[in-house]
């Protein structure tokens, strides 16, 4: 086989081995799958579509107080996980920008200013906590 027919094959296996056909048994315990490229949730035969922010989580659970409960928490963390990932995203680009002013004008000197490095780094260890993935 030639080189370029062994690139094309290895691609084709790729592209086939990320695809799945999986279907769980039907039961009334909610069953997390890869559909469309996506996760969504199986109960009793039913496929509730999932998402960023869980998507149809809560309609997946309904009838079970305790699992309603725990849905209800883990949608909440990752909608606060996102917005607190978006606030270190955006102090740790403030800082970066407010280094570069510093640096500018400080053209001349040999040491490094400390305000924007602070407020990056701040943005840096924010971001990760929280973020529910």
């Not at 691609?11 to 315990?29: D, F, N, T």
């Not at 079970?64 to 990752?78: C, L, V, W």
Request: net charge neutral; proline share 5%.
């Amino acid at each position: 086989m030639s080189h370029g027919g062994a690139g094309v094959a290895l691609l084709l296996s790729l592209s086939i081995g990320c695809s799945s056909s999986y279907v769980p048994a039907v039961s009334p315990r909610v069953s997390l799958v890869m559909e469309g490229g996506g996760w969504s949730y199986v109960r009793d035969g039913k496929a509730y579509s999932g998402g960023i922010f869980n998507g149809e989580l809560d309609k997946a659970v309904e009838g079970n107080p305790s699992a309603e409960k725990y849905a209800h928490e883990y949608q909440t963390d990752r909608i606060v996980g996102f917005l607190i990932s978006l606030l270190g995203a955006g102090t740790a680009l403030g800082g970066v920008v407010v280094l570069d002013a510093q640096v500018n004008q400080q053209a001349g000197t040999q040491s490094l200013p400390p305000a924007g490095l602070i407020v990056a780094g701040i943005g840096l260890i924010v971001r990760p906590h929280r973020c529910g993935y």
